[in-house]
């Protein structure tokens, strides 16, 4: 069989046989090792025989995300759709750096875009683009922010801000944003942390007294981050008041929907979200919200004019863009880029907006079945989030031990989270499409057992 052959018999296995293999590593590291070290790039080997092998690897050295007991972080299943997709993508490997360069790639991912943004709530005057993740998207935001409040901060630095630039999250934030307060130069003490209330959610009377406090210190406070679905409890920030206070204050809003965007594609969830046309700057992924290999986040902002300031640059060796285009490496932090975006366009196409918004429904069904079953069973449900992620508890039970036994037995995953340090919870978030009540049941067994 030629490696063609090979890879395609590969797909179609795993998808019949995913359900029966282990959600978590068969192979321990010394085993991993000593096959690698058979790899001594000494001499060729066959392409074959190298899909075998590295398939092998991968399969038994995983915690699969794309395994339907796999009740884990924001990583998704994945259709067929989002493969066949990346396999294009690698086939033609377009430069999606500049639009001239490769012309229908650029189309098709802002086409995606621009059906998306609607979804938002933002109009056509406003920019989008894909990014690698939800990372880089935040980084972009609070960039954008910067490059809003203090219009020479592009040309002079943070220097261009006379007073010490701040901003705020809440302590359920993404810790993204302390990557970003260091790699930008703020510095992490520049990124203030606001409590949360009892149900996740960013407490806005405190984020008024941060900011006003910090501005009488001197400071110039520039910008708030409202989590639209936390990562550990699937909390939604109380968008519309914190628009309100950014909009007094002079802040710029920007909207951590990094999985919390999954709402738009629901007609029942949506509501829950409406909040993000509020927003002056949105992160999405992609590849936490619909079912496509990693590798796609997305950012949307109002407007285009901070890309512009930011990463616009004059090259030497690239063409001026076309008229009436853009090239996207100058409007992002990369420049030689893939066509990430393609992914999404095939599967938005393939299954349409409505069964796209049936599989989220599904997912949200699952959830519920699983917060009921849990509740019957005497856990006790400590999440209050309209999203598919359910935090659960039992008296005396300890949540690491628990997550951990689960995981060595491999039959499901699910995490741990701490968000009071003193009193884990168990984390269940139903991520794969295909998730269905029989693997929620089998879910809590493994729970009950461990
Ligand atoms: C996952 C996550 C991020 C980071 O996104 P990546 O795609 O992993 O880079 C940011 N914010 C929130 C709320 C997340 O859940």
Same mark, same amino acid.
């Given at each position: ?28 590291? !010394? ?93 056509? =005057? ?54 970003? @307060? ?7 003490? @520049? ?32 910008? =708030? ?17 914190? @628009? ?29 979200? =409406? ?20 590798? @796609? ?52 196409? !393939? ?57 060595? !037995? ?17 984390? =269940? ?22």
């Amino acid at each position: 069989m030629d490696a063609m052959t090979k890879l395609q018999h590969r797909i179609e296995g795993w998808e019949n046989r995913v359900r029966d293999v282990a959600v978590t590593p068969r192979l321990p590291r !010394e085993g991993l090792r000593e096959r690698l070290a058979a790899y001594d790039f000494s001499a060729p080997r066959d392409l074959a025989d190298l899909v075998e092998g590295v398939s092998d690897l991968l399969e038994r050295g995983a915690v699969h995300t794309n395994h339907p007991r796999y009740f884990g972080l924001f990583n998704t299943g994945v259709r067929r759709a989002g493969i066949v997709a990346d396999a294009l993508v690698a086939l033609y490997n377009p430069q999606v750096g500049g639009w001239w360069h490769s012309p229908a790639a650029c189309e098709i991912e802002q086409h995606t875009l621009d059906h998306l943004t609607k979804k938002i709530g933002f109009d056509a =005057a406003s920019f989008a683009t894909f990014t690698t993740g939800g990372s880089e998207a935040n980084l972009t935001g609070v960039l954008s922010a910067l490059a809003h409040a203090f219009p020479r901060y592009a040309k002079e630095g943070l220097v261009a801000a006379a007073k010490e630039p701040v901003f705020y999250g809440s302590d359920q934030a993404h810790d993204s944003f302390v990557k970003t @307060a260091r790699i930008t130069g703020l510095g992490e003490g @520049a990124f203030r942390r606001v409590r949360s209330d009892a149900r996740q959610r960013l407490d806005v009377n405190d984020l008024r007294a941060a900011i006003r406090r910090d501005k009488a210190a001197g400071k110039s406070p520039f910008l =708030a981050v409202a989590t639209v679905g936390t990562t550990s409890t699937g909390a939604i920030d109380p968008m519309g008041e914190m @628009a309100a206070l950014c909009r007094e204050e002079g802040l710029w809003l920007h909207a951590d929907a990094a999985w919390g965007g999954i709402a738009l594609l629901s007609d029942a969830l949506k509501k829950h979200v =409406a909040g993000l046309s509020l927003a002056d700057s949105v992160t999405w992924d992609a590849h936490k919200t619909f079912p496509v290999p990693m590798g @796609a986040g997305m950012f949307f902002c109002r407007t285009h004019a901070p890309s512009e300031a930011l990463f616009s640059v004059h090259t030497a060796y690239v063409q001026d863009a076309d008229p009436g285009t853009y090239d996207l490496y100058q409007r992002s932090v990369q420049w030689s880029r893939r066509l990430i975006g393609l992914k999404v366009f095939v599967t938005l196409a !393939e299954l349409g907006d409505r069964g796209m918004a049936d599989l989220v429904d599904h997912q949200s069904r699952m959830a519920d079945a699983l917060r009921q079953r849990l509740r019957a069973r005497e856990f006790h449900i400590e999440n209050d989030s309209p999203l598919p992620i359910v935090c659960f508890s039992r008296e005396g039970a300890l949540a690491a031990d628990i997550a951990r036994k689960v995981a060595a !037995e491999g039959d499901a995953w699910l995490s741990e989270v701490r968000v009071d340090p003193k009193r884990p919870w168990l984390r =269940a978030c139903i991520t794969h499409y295909d998730t269905q009540l029989e693997d929620v049941e089998r879910l809590i067994k493994a729970v009950e057992r461990a």
